[in-house]
């Protein structure tokens, strides 16, 4: 489906990562989709955004609208004819999306990019008068499962979902991640910019390219994460996926753009 350009403030954007098994992972893609692996391990994981002043393009800022959200991704990889010497490209699969938005989950894949569940967001920003930012607590319970109850390749395996997270900024990627160093997670992650979201057609997937006026992340030290999604024992077995790091960015004028839907010969299990 081809949407209107929305142009917005990405005020902060949390992406919390986790290692995986990539052949547990490869069962819960789509056909067409395979792992995009690093080190020999799939990355899956949470990105947590509050969009501001979001709008088509075009529109006063005035109009915009505001929201927590939540997008449960796997990165991966497709071929394309057109995607040069290696023929795959790169992004990231997004069987689920959640909104603290009315209006998201009601428009979401109408006017808005994605479809949406309906969600209940706790978000507060602790203190950093000293500098080192503030602690961030961050909760998330679905609400409603209404936009896609019987989306095939969709998430329904969980009655609820329920995302909860603490941390701070930090000045280096923990001990033990699967990424060197800060620059090289980012650069991971600044090419998984088209996603492909579930939809309650089986045929297809929703395509979206996040544009950003820059690209800056920083460490987020994480004292406290988990999301329903990957501590589902029949989705992931025991000691199939690990967290491993977390980005944070602040502050990012963006642009979503539509890309052409993907099309589904196999549903994904969810």
């Keep these: 489906m081809r ?21 547990v992972v490869a069962r819960l893609l789509p056909a067409g989709f395979r792992p995009k692996q690093h080190k020999g ?9 509050r969009l501001e002043e979001v709008r088509p393009k075009g529109l006063p800022r005035a109009m915009g609208i505001s929201s ?17 010497a290696t023929g795959w490209r790169e992004g ?14 009601l428009a979401g894949g109408r006017v808005f990019p994605g479809e949406h569940h309906f969600s209940r967001f706790a978000v507060e920003e602790i203190g950093g008068a000293d500098g080192s930012g503030p602690t961030i607590r961050f909760s998330m319970q679905s609400v409603s499962d209404a936009c896609c109850e019987t989306a095939p390749h969709a998430d329904n395996d ?19 991640s699967v990424f060197h160093d800060l620059s090289e997670a980012s650069a991971y992650f600044e090419g998984g910019c088209t996603g492909y979201s579930a939809t309650c057609d089986a045929a297809r997937l929703d395509g979206i390219e996040l544009r950003t006026a820059r690209w800056e992340v920083r460490p987020l030290d994480v004292t406290r994460v988990y999301s329903s999604y990957f501590a589902n024992a029949t989705r992931f077995p025991a000691g199939t996926v690990e967290f491993d790091h977390a980005l944070i960015m602040r502050g990012i004028p963006h642009e979503w753009h539509s890309v052409p839907d993907f099309a589904v010969a196999a549903p994904a299990r969810a």
Excluded at 42 to 48: D, F, Q, S
Excluded at 68 to 84: K, L, M, Q, S, T
Excluded at 165 to 171: F, Q, T
């Design 158 to 176: 969980d009655s609820a979902v329920a995302i909860h997270l603490e941390g701070r900024n930090a000045d280096a990627l923990p001990p033990g």
């Design 41 to 49: 391990f799939a990355i899956v994981g949470i990105c947590l955004i």
């Design 92 to 105: 990231v699969y997004i069987p689920r999306r959640d909104t603290g938005s009315v209006l998201n989950a």
């Design 3 to 23: 949407l209107p350009v929305i142009e917005g403030l990405i005020r902060r954007r949390l992406l919390v990562n986790f290692r995986a098994d990539p052949d």
């Design 68 to 84: 927590e959200n939540a997008a449960h991704r796997i990165a991966v990889e497709w071929e394309a004819p057109d995607a040069g």
